[in-house]
């Protein structure tokens, strides 16, 4: 059983900054692509960013220029730096993690950008 556990949500003001963490329960090689997806209010759930194990990020529109996704492997952590936030950012944040065994969602972390 994988656990992913995130954390670093709150509500932030439009322009500022949140980095998110998610701990995984096992080492983050055991996973090719580690990632975060974020659902609003009413809406389904959509990409914000992707790392694989040797790097390479790919981002959703709405986040490309603003947000970067990272690991680390001693923490077997994946993070998201978070800038400029807008309004419409706000949704519940959720680590992906992506294996030879199965695909894993964390519990999720709300983000809230409000003046």
């Known amino acids: 059983q994988v656990m992913l556990v995130e954390s670093g949500g709150g509500l932030v003001q439009p322009g500022g900054s949140l980095r998110l963490s998610c701990a995984a329960s096992r080492t983050i090689f055991s996973f090719h692509t580690m990632g975060w997806y974020r659902q609003a209010l009413g809406k389904e759930r959509e990409l914000v960013a992707t790392?694989?194990?040797?790097?390479?990020?790919n981002y959703g529109d709405s986040v490309k220029g603003r947000f970067t996704i990272s690991t680390d492997a001693a923490q077997n952590t994946v993070n998201l730096q978070m800038n400029s936030l807008k309004p419409d950012d706000t949704a519940v944040y959720y680590c992906?993690?992506?294996?030879?065994?199965?695909?894993?969602w964390g519990q999720g972390t709300q983000v809230t950008v409000s003046p």
């Open positions: 790392i694989t194990t040797g790097g390479s990020a």
């Open positions: 992906r993690a992506f294996g030879a065994a199965g695909r894993y």
